[in-house]
């Protein structure tokens, strides 16, 4: 009798462990998935705040210097006022090897329409979350051109005055053409935004540079 007792309590001894070990990997691999998703979604969150913070960046530049709002530019100032956006910059420009192209550009019509063109529709790119491509590549630009405007490899200035540059070579300028480029990189339109729709629009389908 003892013979033939022992096998039948083996079995089942070793059948509740054998259940264990096959609802284990399950429930192990749905809090994986899940924590993957919370990941992903708080990623999705972080991108889309960043896209909108560095939006309103270029969209407030583009309201002050149109409208003079008092705040870098004077109230009464403004480009609708017969201010020029560029000339102060510009013409202030004491360091790197476009100095002088820069005093040239400083004012001119054709540079304050496409700096002002530049300004609100990168800006509106990034708030609404569409074109985003497009807006890494034409900020990308303006920022090249303002980082040169700036020069921080310069130690001193033409007149041989301190620069005051804290880096050598990473300012905001090169930071925000980064940013804007890991935005387009990971379609952060898509969340908090009109990315989803404007990707399915007939010519962006056509045309994958317009994402």
Do not use: C
């Amino acid at each position: 009798m003892a013979v033939h007792e022992n096998p039948r309590r083996s079995q089942g001894f070793h059948l509740p462990s054998s259940r264990s070990n096959r609802t284990a990997p399950a429930s192990m691999s749905e809090s994986a998935v899940s924590a993957h998703s919370d990941t992903h979604t708080a990623q999705a969150y972080a991108f889309a705040s960043l896209r909108l913070l560095t939006g309103f960046v270029f969209l407030w530049a583009f309201l002050d210097k149109t409208f003079g709002l008092g705040y870098a530019t004077p109230s009464g100032k403004g480009w609708i006022d017969g201010g020029s956006p560029t000339k102060g910059f510009l013409s202030s420009v004491a360091a790197g090897p476009m100095e002088s192209t820069f005093h040239s550009w400083a004012g001119a019509g054709w540079v304050n329409w496409l700096f002002m063109l530049g300004l609100l529709g990168v800006g509106v790119a990034l708030i609404a979350g569409v074109a985003l491509r497009f807006a890494a590549v034409a900020g990308t630009l303006m920022m090249a051109f303002m980082w040169l405007a700036e020069w921080p490899p310069a130690q001193h200035l033409s007149d041989g005055s301190p620069s005051m540059s804290s880096n050598p070579f990473v300012d905001y300028h090169l930071v925000y053409a980064v940013a804007l480029i890991a935005l387009a990189a990971v379609s952060a339109g898509d969340t908090l935004g009109l990315g989803r729709l404007w990707a399915k629009l007939p010519l962006v389908r056509r045309s994958h540079w317009l994402r």
